[in-house]
């Protein structure tokens, strides 16, 4: 049996991961969750999953909630949670909590040499520099959950090393607007915004796909994990999400890893660690299927810009551009911006600053802030 953290387990990433922990009981132990204030949904997982440890971030909870009776035992404190991750009984860390609250606990499970899964990839975007490095040294193993890595990591399994790739493409189903030109975003509501063609997901990620900055989140997320240069890295929509990704390596072969989009698919690929888990899977039915592949739509080249630049310099730029963009979306939800200016909060912050080296996490946190702060004037 193995002990589980699941961090961010009432979210989107979090129900998938308990629905594959719940076809695989016998391999692992859910030691712990962390959320932020859903506790009915959390009084449920205790119930099915029973915990020894519940992390709640919010402070303005109910206290009389029955979660407090429920039998495990609830911490607020944050440096519990540092002390739940680095437990040495623990052996895996899922890192799923939405947005750059996430960086704090991916750091602590990286820190204590966990096996990392990482759906944040804020984390990876923001502090790629600080962990990557540190990963190395602690020996932590940090496995992709993001669909599109994890298919990369799969197709690179069994390979000696990246040497040999000449380039990888990174899939975007296009979100709702792949069809729109930037003149048409003017128009766009909140709900639009929110209704994803393919995948199910937590609302700031569905923004991010709607924007495409979670296809440029993610160009920089897969430099850092595969150690490549963003010269080598291609993104193309592909609306109907089956292919994940694709690498092409320098003999000419391309390998491709396909399901139907679910996020069970790479959450039991990241589980099992070089076992295929077993869960119930709808099968693909290629008779019934055509596969197509378009550009990235026009207009949108200058975030993908910022992203690649991000890629070349790397430091402090991750954490700026990803600072800019959560500012910009939670305006957006809170109707205090249109759509359209998301790209022109997250360009404008972003051009205001230069890039610093990064050398300790204090410093990612240092930049978020000042980004923060930019962005919200340009608001
Ligand atoms: P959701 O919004 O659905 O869930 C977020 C989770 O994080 C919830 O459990 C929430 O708790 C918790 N949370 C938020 N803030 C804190 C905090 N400060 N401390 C502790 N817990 C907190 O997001 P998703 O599941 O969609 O996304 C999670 C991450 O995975 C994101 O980084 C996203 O980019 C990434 N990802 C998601 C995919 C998807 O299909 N959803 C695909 C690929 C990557 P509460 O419920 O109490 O608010
Ligand atoms: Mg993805």
Redesign the pocket.
């Known amino acids: 049996m193995k002990n589980i953290v699941l961090?961010?387990?009432?979210?989107?990433?979090?129900s998938?991961t308990l629905n594959v922990l719940r076809q695989n009981k016998e391999a692992f132990t859910l030691n712990a969750i962390?959320?932020?204030?859903?506790l009915d949904?959390?009084l449920e997982i205790i119930q099915e999953f029973n915990p020894e440890h519940v992390?709640i971030?919010?402070k303005n909870i109910n206290t009389e909630h029955p979660i407090f009776s429920s039998g495990s035992k609830i911490l607020t404190c944050l440096e519990d949670l540092k002390v739940v991750i680095q437990n040495p009984a623990v052996e895996i860390v899922i890192s799923?909590?939405?947005?750059f609250?996430?960086l704090q606990s991916s750091y602590w499970a990286i820190e204590a040499g966990k096996i990392t899964l990482i759906?944040?990839?804020?984390s990876i975007v923001s502090a790629g520099d600080i962990l990557i490095p540190l990963a190395a040294q602690t020996k932590a193993k940090i496995i992709p959950?993001?669909?599109e890595h994890n298919a990369i990591y799969q197709c690179l399994l069994g390979e000696k090393d990246t040497s040999a790739i000449s380039t990888i493409l990174i899939t975007a189903s296009g979100g709702p607007f792949r069809k729109l030109s930037m003149r048409d975003l003017e128009a766009v509501s909140l709900q639009d915004a929110l209704q994803h063609p393919t995948?199910?997901?937590?609302?700031?990620?569905t923004i991010?796909s709607a924007t495409l900055m979670?296809k440029c989140l993610e160009l920089i997320e897969a430099c850092y994990l595969f150690n490549l240069p963003e010269s080598k890295i291609e993104v193309a929509t592909h609306p109907q999400s089956i292919i994940h990704s694709m690498v092409t390596y320098q003999d000419g072969s391309t390998i491709a890893q396909l399901s139907n989009p679910s996020?069970e698919v790479p959450i039991a690929n990241a589980l099992g660690m070089g076992d295929r888990l077993p869960i119930k899977f709808t099968v693909l039915d290629f008779s019934a299927m055509s596969l197509t592949f378009e550009p990235i739509p026009a207009g949108r080249e200058a975030i993908f810009e910022m992203a690649r630049e991000v890629c070349r310099q790397k430091g402090s730029l991750g954490a700026i551009f990803n600072a800019a963009n959560e500012k910009a979306v939670q305006a957006f939800l809170d109707n205090e911006i249109s759509f359209i200016n998301i790209y022109e909060v997250v360009e404008r912050t972003f051009n205001h600053f230069s890039c610093s080296k990064l050398t300790t996490i204090e410093d990612v946190f240092d930049y978020d802030r000042q980004a923060r702060i930019q962005a919200e004037k340009v608001i």
């Open positions: 961090l961010g387990a009432t979210g989107s990433i979090g998938s962390a959320l932020n204030q859903n949904v959390a992390f971030s919010d799923a909590i939405s947005g609250a996430g759906a944040n990839k804020e959950v993001d669909s995948w199910q997901m937590g609302a700031k990620i991010d979670n996020m």
